[in-house]
């Protein structure tokens, strides 16, 4: 028996809460941190803050990777510089890795701009935070009243994630010895397999075993969605009861020979929740609940974070979560200042105000006021719960594609490059061709260029510079490279519009700035 099972000896597996505890006290346990006042919020966070600093207080922080901080008070603490991942990229990385490692740690990775990856020591105390929002998640999704529990350990959950070591395979494959449920596909087959065929074994299975959840990123969702319904209209299904599902198998004759309509995933399972993340969520949103027929119950998660905030129901925005990391907010106004950016607490953030979350770990984690690189959105109502949020932007020069690649201003420059574009007069944007999430670029071109072979040649520099475009290509199975071609001199013309404290914004610009750009481009031709 190793430490890892000595360790778990004496904490109770999650399953042992739905042997032992009544509707009520499940609810409470699992459910029960999205709904804390404010005071309650803030008092579990100072608690486990105060906690953390004790432990900079008396560890070699040197020895671990963290930066050398040992602040007295929260006021000192709060009075540090921000950091970000270059300042933990050499001790965490594989060839230093100066981390101690601790009893029942795991390490995840998640893509970073430029090809790369991020890693990050999920310590055995964070992972069981997190597996309790995971269930939580379920719970919530699934839940037409408070205390309505669909959730029970020998659940059938299909899971459409990458591979180990990304986070959400890491959680999950962790998750399933502590709470027993029937995954699809089985999470060490799906490793071995290229996404695509990971979706259709996926798929092939849940035909035989029916299925009560899915938990996937939204893109990778909607992808999951589509070749369901490609594989019922295209006659992949057995109609052989051996090889199918009585119930999968009710419901598609029922559909076949009764509307014969177009056949979705809806009318092959009926789920009882779908549990789901990624920045597009918004977008894809009502494509997935048309796909599936329930509504998508959305997470807000990153590596360095684990869940942050989460629906307490179907509707709505997210809750924060008080004990997965310290909160701090950073005013979009202070995104650019530097060392004297100034951060708020929930207690003090204002409804409608874009903010970067700031985390510190607790557990022993080793991020401390860890700028996240994302932009939300608060909400505040008139009662007494805390603030609610919802995702807006990336507060970097990146641009998440499909929560797969992080493209950056080197990256894009470089593909340019290669494409033939060596001047500066360009600019970036994520937008929307339908439920489709593409990469427009507006740039100044000379009068007779051919802009498809501008967008091919884009297109071939981005999977030569970054291998997670060349994956969320893959993945999404289509070319996202647009161009709106300008002529030039329309960047000069634009008279400091979509700067940001004097620097011309090239990635994600301000739809201000692009709608001049067209207008310029418009009044020239």
Known sequence: MGQKDLWQDFMPSEDSFFHTGDAKDIWRRYCGPLFLSVEDFMEVQKHLLN???????????????????????????????????????????????????????????????????????????????????????????????????????????????????????????????????????????????????????????????????????????????????????????????????????????????????????????????????????????????????????????????????????????????????????????????????????????EDGKLYEPVITNFYGMPFLRYRQGDLVRIHKDSNSKVPRMSFHSRADDSIDLYGIARLNTKTVTQALEFAGIKHDNWCLRKEYEGDRAILMFYIEVAEGTQVPELERLLHKGLKTADQHYREAVYTMGFNPTRITALPQGSFQRLDGAGSRNGRQMKMNPPESMVEKLITIGERTQ
């Open 51 to 349: 906690e953390r600093l004790e432990l900079l207080s008396h560890v070699s922080q040197q020895k671990k990777g963290i930066p050398d901080l040992k602040p007295a008070s929260l006021e000192e603490f709060r009075s540090m510089p921000l950091t970000s991942y270059k300042d933990y990229r050499t001790s965490l990385s594989i060839e230093q890795n100066s981390w101690v490692d601790e009893v029942g740690q795991v390490w995840v990775q998640t893509s970073a701009p430029e090809g790369t990856y991020k890693r990050v020591p999920w310590t055995y105390r964070f992972q069981r935070v997190q597996w309790r929002n995971v269930i939580g998640a379920m719970i919530l999704a699934s839940a037409h009243t408070n205390e309505d529990i669909a959730v029970a350990p020998g659940i059938r959950a299909l899971l459409i994630l990458p591979p180990q070591p990304f986070a959400s395979a890491c959680l999950a494959s962790c998750l399933s010895e502590q709470f027993p449920a029937q995954i699809i596909p089985p999470l060490e087959a799906a490793q071995k397999l290229p996404f695509r065929r990971r979706i259709d074994l996926g798929l092939q299975q849940a035909l035989v075993h029916d299925l009560d959840f899915v938990i996937s990123m939204t893109s990778s969702l909607l992808v999951t969605g589509e070749r369901a319904s490609k594989m019922a209209n295209n006659g992949g299904i057995s109609l052989n009861p051996t090889k199918t599902h009585h119930s999968v198998l009710w419901r598609l004759l029922v559909k076949r020979f009764g509307s014969r309509r177009n056949l979705l995933p809806k009318h092959l399972w009926s789920v009882k929740g779908i549990v789901s993340w990624g920045a597009d969520t918004d977008i894809f949103k009502k494509r997935i609940e048309e796909q599936w027929g329930r509504p998508l119950y959305q997470l807000y998660a990153s590596s360095e974070s684990g869940i942050l905030a989460m629906q307490e129901s179907l509707k709505g925005y997210l809750a924060f979560l008080p004990d997965s990391v310290f909160l701090e907010f950073l005013p979009e106004e202070e995104l650019d200042a530097g060392d004297n950016a100034k951060t708020v607490l929930i207690s003090e953030v």
